[in-house]
């Protein structure tokens, strides 16, 4: 077995043992010969520690190292030596804090650093716009840690007890996701790098600005945004008067009768040819557009016919729904011609009264989102009953993969309704619910208490994020505040308004319920008893939120934290506090949100239906998944399942596999090994290939489908995936 080393810029290391030795050897001379170590004193600590190593379910990282040296010196009674050991260690931690980055940019620019390689796994990190974006994110972070926040919100940070995230955007004053008020930019014209665009003529047109509008706006924010197909909807009326114009105009210059039937006919074709060209705009752009973040726009495409009224208008969104769907489940070409699945647009299909039962109108919408859903892993679902229960009779679309906007009153639309469009959100900090189970070391007077200082934490944190946008002009994104995405400000205002009266929302977000439950109780949170701690401690949350709503005006929210990389961190920094807890702290990784623990045995319809009841307690944001087989030539369970969404839960998803190998043609779930030196690898199970260059893997990870691969951790998790159905 090969032990690996995490070294501080990230990268990831053999280990080496005579390091070590070296390293006591030097500190061993600084001191008169009386107080020395000898040599098999020496070698004893450093074997020692590599059997510690080895013992470690994770690679270690340097300070974990240099821990172990330190307590295996004292052991040898070298007092000494240790003194000159951990004074050694000082004055090398100052140097570094002297400019805490440039180690971490030189390892991304020698494509070495592998925390941020696989920190998000629809960037590419090769990439020269990636690494200009994480080369500034490194500086982002080292004045965010440095100057920006407390040293008590930067400790917790680094301990894994909270989790700041996004610190690489924190600097430049960002916000995190939103919902493009698509509607007022097409139909009142807005302004994109200060050239007026004005009302579109066409479908077809409609569409090529949305695609500009969601790359401009992808490029001033750092979190997903959402754009709905029922704001072009009305464009397809247009291009019909316009087509059936130009096509009366052409038969009488040639002199062709105007029979009224032929016309409509010619109309209609015509019709459906723009829209297939329009949408495969939108897919074509969206997937081959690269903001200045270095990745395509993490964009999600709601589709609800109870946006539109009913007659010709939801008639035509159901045709553009029907086309997305088809072009869709089809996919796009890779470099060598195979058809793939595409990690964007999300998509989001809505179950409603006209589209749950066979003979409802668009029934046959819902027959071909499932097979979409078998095929590409998307659309995903809300459940218009569900919804409504539980948003005040509203339905709406999240804000990217799942950052749902508060209802709010203070908010309405011209016509009276509340509003969302055009609505955002200032950002994220997520609570280690583990950490708190593990330090109040079962007792539960004392996680209570533990808990309410944490969530103070959070809160401070959480401010910190309100107070960096607070002050920031418009000019700063004049596609979001002043030309219509978010807002209409004049140029020199500032955005201060749109942070307070429920405009935008801010994000308490929450890890580990499950393993939290079962460090408290024993069991898994699907037990009963359990089951009742955990809704208790997710009313807390809300309660918290409440609170800090009512005295501040800022409408903070519970949302279900979406953990890529940070599972793999808070896993490590758990293991590092408190050891090996069986069920607890055992993996790479912890649960994301409320969810059931990956290896549960459990089937698809009573996970949805117990994860229910949490998810109304997680009104920021959630969303659930089922994992499933290939289901191509199993329709009828996959809409067994979609009914059963309907009928039980607000927002959910099938999990599917969709995977090629450029080596040998395989179509089919690539699989998940262990290599020699025991870390996971990704290999064909067809030939044999590991190359992660010849392999094409789609995988849902947090809410997204992720296609560049993911660390250790969200790795370790992919595979010890159980299926539901």
């Given at each position: 077995m090969i032990l690996k080393v995490i070294k501080r810029n990230g990268e990831e290391v053999s280990f080496e043992i005579s390091k070590i030795k070296n390293a006591i050897t030097?500190?061993?001379?600084?001191?008169?010969?009386?107080?020395?170590?000898?040599?098999?004193?020496?070698?004893?600590?450093?074997?020692?520690?590599?059997?510690?190593?080895?013992?470690?379910?994770?690679?270690?990282?340097?300070?974990?190292?240099?821990?172990?040296?330190?307590?295996?010196?004292?052991?040898?009674?070298?007092?000494?030596?240790?003194?000159?050991?951990?004074?050694?260690?000082?004055?090398?931690?100052?140097?570094?804090?002297?400019?805490?980055?440039?180690?971490?940019?030189?390892?991304?620019?020698?494509?070495?650093?592998?925390?941020?390689?696989?920190?998000?796994?629809?960037?590419?990190?090769?990439?020269?716009?990636?690494?200009?974006?994480?080369?500034?994110?490194?500086?982002?972070?080292?004045?965010?840690?440095?100057?920006?926040?407390?040293?008590?919100?930067?400790?917790?940070?680094?301990?894994?007890?909270?989790?700041?995230?996004?610190?690489?955007?924190?600097?430049?004053?960002?916000?995190?996701?939103?919902?493009?008020?698509?509607?007022?930019?097409?139909?009142?014209?807005?302004?994109?790098?200060?050239?007026?665009?004005?009302?579109?003529?066409?479908?077809?047109?409609?569409?090529?600005?949305?695609?500009?509008?969601?790359?401009?706006?992808?490029?001033?924010?750092?979190?997903?945004?959402?754009?709905?197909?029922?704001?072009?909807?009305?464009?397809?009326?247009?291009?019909?008067?316009?087509?059936?114009?130009?096509?009366?105009?052409?038969?009488?210059?040639?002199?062709?009768?105007?029979?009224?039937?032929?016309?409509?006919?010619?109309?209609?074709?015509?019709?459906?040819?723009?829209?297939?060209?329009?949408?495969?705009?939108?897919?074509?752009?969206?997937?081959?557009?690269?903001?200045?973040?270095?990745?395509?726009?993490?964009?999600?495409?709601?589709?609800?016919?109870?946006?539109?009224?009913?007659?010709?208008?939801?008639?035509?969104?159901?045709?553009?729904?029907?086309?997305?769907?088809?072009?869709?489940?089809?996919?796009?070409?890779?470099?060598?011609?195979?058809?793939?699945?595409?990690?964007?647009?999300?998509?989001?299909?809505?179950?409603?009264?006209?589209?749950?039962?066979?003979?409802?109108?668009?029934?046959?919408?819902?027959?071909?989102?499932?097979?979409?859903?078998?095929?590409?892993?998307?659309?995903?679902?809300?459940?218009?009953?569900?919804?409504?229960?539980?948003?005040?009779?509203?339905?709406?679309?999240?804000?990217?993969?799942?950052?749902?906007?508060?209802?709010?009153?203070?908010?309405?639309?011209?016509?009276?309704?509340?509003?969302?469009?055009?609505?955002?959100?200032?950002?994220?900090?997520?609570?280690?619910?583990?950490?708190?189970?593990?330090?109040?070391?079962?007792?539960?007077?004392?996680?209570?208490?533990?808990?309410?200082?944490?969530?103070?934490?959070?809160h401070r944190a959480l401010r910190c994020r309100h107070e960096r946008l607070l002050g920031t002009p418009s000019d700063v994104a004049p596609i979001l505040w002043q030309n219509g995405a978010l807002a209409r400000l004049e140029k020199g205002e500032k955005i201060d308004k749109l942070l307070y009266n429920g405009y935008s929302t801010i994000s308490l977000g929450y890890a580990g319920l499950c393993e939290m439950t079962m460090r408290m109780m024993g069991k898994p949170h699907t037990d009963p008893q359990a089951k009742e701690f955990a809704l208790k401690v997710m009313q807390r949350l809300n309660d918290k939120c409440a609170q800090w709503k009512a005295a501040e005006n800022i409408s903070y929210s519970v949302y279900g934290t979406p953990m890529e990389s940070t599972t793999y961190r808070f896993a490590k920094c758990l293991q590092k506090r408190f050891g090996i807890i069986p069920g607890v702290t055992d993996k790479n990784y912890i649960t994301n949100s409320y969810h059931v623990h990956v290896t549960e045995e459990i089937d698809a319809f009573t996970k949805l239906k117990f994860e229910a009841d949490f998810q109304r307690l997680s009104p920021g944001g959630a969303i659930s998944y089922v994992e499933v087989p290939n289901m191509q030539h199993n329709i009828p369970a996959v809409l067994s399942v979609m009914q059963f969404i309907y009928d039980n839960i607000m927002y959910a998803e099938l999990n599917t596999k969709s995977d090629y190998c450029e080596c040998c043609g395989f179509d089919g779930e690539i699989l998940i090994q262990e290599d020699e030196s025991g870390k996971l690898v990704w290999e064909c199970p067809n030939c044999g290939n590991r190359d992660q260059n010849k392999l094409t893997v789609a995988r849902r990870t947090c809410g997204y489908i992720g296609t560049q691969f993911w660390n250790q951790g969200r790795t370790q998790e992919i595979r010890d995936r159980v299926l539901h159905l």
């Open positions: 030097k500190a061993n001379k600084e001191i008169p010969k009386i107080h020395q170590l000898n040599s098999y004193q020496i070698d004893a600590i450093a074997d020692t520690i590599e059997k510690q190593l080895c013992e470690l379910p994770h690679a270690a990282n340097v300070e974990d190292i240099q821990d172990m040296v330190e307590k295996g010196i004292m052991e040898m009674r070298g007092y000494e030596v240790a003194q000159k050991y951990v004074r050694y260690r000082f004055k090398r931690e100052l140097a570094r804090k002297a400019n805490t980055t440039d180690n971490g940019i030189l390892a991304l620019i020698d494509r070495m650093n592998e925390e941020v390689k696989q920190e998000n796994s629809n960037k590419n990190p090769v990439i020269n716009s990636t690494q200009r974006d994480y080369m500034a994110g490194e500086v982002s972070k080292d004045l965010t840690m440095r100057l920006l926040l407390p040293e008590e919100v930067v400790r917790a940070h680094k301990e894994g007890i909270i989790h700041f995230h996004d610190s690489d955007y924190f600097a430049q004053r960002e916000h995190n996701c939103d919902l493009i008020d698509l509607e007022d930019m097409l139909q009142n014209g807005t302004v994109i790098s200060e050239t007026m665009i004005e009302k579109p003529h066409s479908f077809y047109t409609a569409c090529n600005i949305t695609t500009q509008i969601v790359a401009q706006v992808a490029s001033n924010q750092y979190g997903g945004q959402t754009f709905t197909l029922s704001h072009l909807a009305p464009f397809v009326e247009i291009s019909r008067k316009k087509i059936r114009d130009n096509t009366v105009k052409l038969r009488r210059e040639l002199g062709e009768p105007l029979d009224e039937k032929i016309i409509e006919r010619i109309t209609e074709e015509q019709l459906k040819d723009e829209i297939t060209r329009g949408i495969q705009t939108i897919q074509y752009q969206l997937i081959t557009l690269m903001t200045c973040n270095g990745q395509a726009p993490f964009v999600t495409v709601f589709m609800y016919l109870g946006e539109v009224p009913e007659g010709q208008t939801r008639n035509d969104l159901a045709m553009i729904i029907e086309e997305v769907m088809r072009q869709r489940m089809q996919g796009v070409k890779n470099q060598h011609g195979v058809w793939i699945t595409p990690a964007f647009p999300k998509l989001i299909y809505v179950l409603d009264e006209d589209n749950i039962t066979p003979g409802s109108p668009y029934w046959h919408l819902t027959e071909l989102a499932a097979q979409c859903t078998a095929k590409r892993m998307v659309p995903d679902y809300i459940s218009a009953k569900v919804m409504k229960e539980l948003k005040r009779g509203d339905v709406y679309p999240c804000m990217g993969c799942r950052s749902f906007l508060t209802v709010e009153d203070s908010q309405r639309n011209k016509n009276g309704g509340h509003k969302f469009y055009g609505r955002f959100n200032q950002g994220v900090v997520t609570i280690n619910l583990v950490d708190v189970a593990c330090s109040s070391e079962g007792d539960m007077d004392q996680f209570w208490k533990i808990l309410d200082e944490r969530l103070e934490l959070c």
